[in-house]
């Protein structure tokens, strides 16, 4: 019988929802709320907590679908390290994702059908994403639909904008997914999907005009100088550190929610910078992938 010290059991709950990435979940919360005119702030914040109940879940229950990949080439993560049993994580995962779609549909009709989409979504990802090329796609629409969430219970609900915004971000988020595959492989990395990180400012460049495109440039060369660096530094060595490069690409996430919300006020600005700090700062502690 498995015998941990609460600190110890917590820690493993933590390691297995990948809580380092939980800002930016929430900065994408705030820019697919914002996208949408805004609104009450209580629907923000509780679209925000569903959300990340779904994230948490959908993390536990990859685990829970990875442990005959984990036990040959990832021995340290918890089932396979005997921190927690499968049964345990089976049950979290589920547990966290049924919480995050009961949120969601209290919030109304079209959040509720967006909301079990997502859930969805999660499932197909975590059940093929390491036998089907398409998995980073799945990813990608996972995020999309976040954005969707979020914007539907903001005043103007879903717009084209909030589609746009969320397919630029979908872009960025298939393209580290992509690099996030040959994390444990040992084949020739492909650098390509590094071009698909350039969505984001591609789409604020096409849609943003006026002062929203000023505020665009500005963002984008915060988006771009973050991606290049994470690039030269973790990618462009003899031996690159692949898991160091996703994860600081993870956070990045958080500038280009920014991005997608260009030209808001400065404290809201600063709310997600909050978001990159902090999950930089959350990656000591807990690994992001």
């Known amino acids: 019988m498995l015998n ?18 939980l800002p930016t979940v929430w900065s994408n919360c705030a820019a697919g709320w914002l996208l949408a005119g805004g609104g009450k702030w209580a629907s923000l914040i509780f679209v925000s907590v569903a959300v990340s109940f779904l994230y948490i879940g959908g993390m ?11 036990y040959n080439h990832r021995p340290t993560r918890p089932i396979p390290s005997g921190a927690i049993t499968q049964r345990e994580v089976w ?19 079209t959040t509720a059908i967006l ?14 994403h390491k036998i089907m090329i398409i998995a980073p796609v799945i990813m990608g629409g996972c995020r999309v639909l976040v954005y969707l969430i979020a914007a539907s219970v903001g005043v103007t609900g879903v717009t ?16 580290l997914s992509c690099l996030a ?30 002062a929203d495109a ?27 550190n692949v898991g160091r490069a996703v994860a600081r690409l993870l956070a990045g996430i958080a500038l280009v929610d920014l991005l997608a919300v260009a030209n808001c006020p400065l404290p809201v600005a600063a709310v997600f910078i909050g978001c990159f700090l902090l999950a930089l700062t959350l990656q000591r502690y807990v690994p992001a992938t």
Not at 4 to 21: A, E, I, Q
Not at 160 to 175: M, P, R
Not at 217 to 239: D, F, K, N, P, Y
Request: glycine share 12%; charged share 15%.
């Open 60 to 70: 536990f229950l990859n685990d829970a679908f990875d442990v005959g990949f984990d």
């Open 91 to 109: 049950l979290w995962g589920f547990g966290w994702m049924i919480l995050g779609v009961v949120g969601l549909m209290c919030l109304g009709q």
């Open 115 to 128: 909301g079990s989409s997502l859930a969805l979504a999660i499932l197909i990802y975590n059940l093929i």
């Open 214 to 240: 000023r505020a665009a440039v500005a963002c984008s060369v915060a988006v771009i100088l973050w991606a290049a660096w994470t690039i030269l530094q973790t990618l462009g060595r003899e031996h690159p």
């Open 4 to 21: 941990f010290t609460p600190t110890s059991k917590f820690r493993t709950l933590l390691v297995l929802g990948r809580v380092s990435n």
């Open 160 to 175: 084209g904008e909030s589609v746009w915004k969320g397919l630029a971000l979908g872009s960025y988020i298939v393209g």
């Open 181 to 210: 595959r040959k994390e444990t492989s040992k084949v020739r990395i492909q650098y390509w999907p590094c071009t698909l990180l350039a969505g984001p400012i591609i789409i604020a460049w096409l849609l943003d005009d006026g």
